[in-house]
């Protein structure tokens, strides 16, 4: 079973930034396309970065140039460093596998708020 576990979250102006990290239990995020996922309250989970195992990233129109998705083999870290933050992006954000994903862990809340 391969634990996640996010951190790096909390509360933030608008304009501000945050880098979120994301560890896992064993090593696999050299070998596996990894994402950031965030949840707001009400809406569905959604996709808003990713990097394939070759080091390919795309984002989330949403986030597109304000969002970075990086990783630290060595380290077994994912992270992702988020710029520019605004209200809507308050959310609870997870990091999982793109296919095939993990058991969810508890993520780490992201508050954009004046």
């Known amino acids: 079973q391969v634990q996640l576990v996010e951190s790096g979250g909390g509360l933030v102006q608008p304009g501000g930034s945050l880098r979120l990290s994301c560890t896992a239990s064993?090593?696999?995020?050299?070998?596996?396309?990894m994402g950031w996922y965030r949840q707001a309250p009400g809406k569905e989970r959604e996709l808003v970065a990713r990097i394939t195992s070759a080091g390919t990233t795309n984002y989330a129109d949403s986030v597109k140039g304000r969002f970075t998705i990086s990783r630290d083999s060595a380290k077994n870290t994912l992270y992702l460093q988020m710029n520019s933050l605004k209200p809507e992006d308050t959310a609870v954000y997870y990091c999982?596998?793109?296919?095939?994903?993990?058991?969810w862990g508890q993520g780490t809340l992201v508050t954009v708020s004046s």
């Open positions: 999982n596998r793109l296919i095939g994903q993990y058991n």
């Open positions: 064993v090593s696999i995020f050299s070998i596996n396309g």
